[in-house]
């Protein structure tokens, strides 16, 4: 990256400007260096015991090095399990956001992974006319009518209960790419709960929902009501945001968006990873596996110490939603 490129960011972000993300290199980059510099700053730890942990991955095909699907799904057969064994070793709970053609085929593979992990669904518009092969084609909900993204979704949650055998009620769209027809649709097809809301980014996606608001929230639609749990995004000092995304961030850098995040004195505090299936095998652009694997355990291992729950996006749902017999909020450490 030129030095006068670097500037100009600093300069936009300085002002309030939204960074957006157009690659994924440039953000991570940026956001790197500023990380090491908050890890000098930055005494504080998370709270022991008062933090929910739930990691949402979005489950797809391999993916080419030009970010182009190749129908093949080795990152099913041979990423997974291996990201399993960590997540066995430190009792950690995950939520697979599949898309309705992993369903198709590996549906006895994620028939078996149900028993102890949520299988949720997540959604390309794409997939239903064919041309999922062109991941840059940046086709997403909101280009969509409202009875159109209720046909795709319902489509979506049909073909993973029948090949499943599990009914979906936890979402993220392709690209997080989602406007209020989604999330109405998303209530009209069952579902409790969208991940898709990336804070403090702006897509600039034709009406996709953004929100710097960090924190799990019940949204009003209708005469219902649905949990949005946002991907953990910080941006300290309205400078660069970093994620819990191991596939961007080392273990140390997620360890201080997680202190970060504890800064809120929120409780409970919520954190949410997230990173795609195909990120478990390699060659991806700009790291490789075995450095996804190592953040990864950095990360499990610093949460496990400070006894957080791990739990599932349903989990967190139960735990949050308000109590039927009043409208008062449940205790969410009822069941600890
Ligand atoms: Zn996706």
């Known amino acids: 990256m030129t030095s006068a490129l670097l500037g100009k960011i600093l300069v936009q972000s300085l002002n309030g400007y939204v960074f957006r993300v157009p690659h994924l290199s440039r953000t991570s980059a940026l956001s790197k260096s500023f990380l090491l510099f908050l890890r000098a700053l930055l005494i504080a730890n998370i709270p022991k015991g008062k933090v929910f942990f739930t990691i949402g991955i979005d489950t797809e095909q391999d993916l080419d090095k030009n970010y182009v699907h190749t129908g093949e799904y080795r990152n099913v057969s041979e990423g997974i399990p291996r990201l399993l064994d960590i997540f066995d070793d430190f009792n950690a709970k995950s939520t697979w956001l599949i898309t309705p053609d992993v369903a198709h085929h590996s549906g006895d593979f994620f028939k078996k992974l ?36 209720v046909e795709m979704i319902q489509q979506a949650s049909d073909v993973i209960r029948k090949n499943v055998g ?3 009620s936890s979402f993220r769209a392709g690209r997080f790419g989602i406007n209020n027809d989604s999330l109405r649709a998303l209530v009209s097809c069952g579902f409790n709960l969208d991940c898709s809301m990336t804070p403090f980014l702006d897509w600039d996606f034709h009406g996709t929902l953004a929100s710097s608001d960090v924190s799990p929230r019940f949204l009003r639609v209708g005469s219902s009501d649905i949990l949005e749990i946002p991907v953990t995004i910080v941006r300290p000092f309205r400078l660069f945001p970093a994620w819990l995304r191991p596939s961007w961030f080392s273990g140390s850098e997620m360890i201080n968006v997680m202190k970060i995040r504890a800064r809120s004195k929120e409780t409970p505090l919520v954190l949410n990873m997230m990173f795609h299936s195909m990120e478990l095998i390699d060659p991806n652009p700009n790291f490789t596996a075995k450095r996804f694997f190592d953040n990864m355990r950095s990360v499990l291992e610093y949460a496990s110490e400070h006894c957080v729950s791990f739990v599932t996006m349903n989990d967190l749902y139960n735990r949050l939603k308000p109590s039927t017999s009043s409208q008062n909020q449940a205790d969410p450490w009822k069941n600890e």
Do not use: T, W
Request: with cysteine; hydrophobic share 30%.
């Open 114 to 149: 149900a028993k102890k992990h949520e299988i949720g669904c997540h959604v390309h518009p794409e997939y239903f006319d064919g041309s999922l092969k062109g991941m840059r084609l940046q086709k997403i909900f909101p280009l969509f009518s409202y009875e159109k993204q």
């Open 166 to 168: 599990v009914n979906p």
